[in-house]
């Protein structure tokens, strides 16, 4: 079992940048792929960023450049680095992590971000 909490979601200005965590707990070693979606006001969710193994990423086409998912040194903690933030970003972004071959799959709460002037 893994337990997911999502933090560092709030309000902030076109332009600017906030960086998402996504902790995890219990069985990490298990995780092979760790992915963040959001969900925006009235429309369905979407992935935005994805990292397996540690090592290789995908992102959506409306994120690339602007976003970047890694893991953390502790090995615990999985990041999403937003910058040149827009409001077509604002949403609930949730962190989604699966074994391999997706036999197990996590969610976190979400977290919501603002963007807003």
């Known amino acids: 079992q893994v337990h997911l909490v999502e933090s560092g979601g709030g309000l902030v200005q076109p332009g600017g940048s906030l960086r998402l965590s996504c902790a995890a707990s219990?069985?990490?070693?298990?995780?092979?792929?760790v992915f963040w979606h959001r969900q925006a006001p009235g429309k369905e969710r979407e992935m935005v960023a994805a990292?397996?193994?540690?090592?290789?990423?995908n992102y959506a086409d409306s994120v690339k450049g602007r976003f970047t998912i890694s893991r953390d040194s502790a090995q615990s903690t999985w990041l999403l680095q937003m910058n040149s933030l827009t409001p077509e970003d604002t949403g609930v972004y949730y962190c989604?992590?699966?074994?391999?071959?997706?036999?197990?799959?996590?969610w976190g709460q979400g977290t919501q971000v603002i963007v807003s002037s």
């Open positions: 219990g069985n990490i070693r298990s995780i092979y792929t």
């Open positions: 989604n992590a699966q074994s391999q071959g997706a036999v197990d799959d996590y």
């Open positions: 990292i397996r193994d540690g090592a290789g990423t």
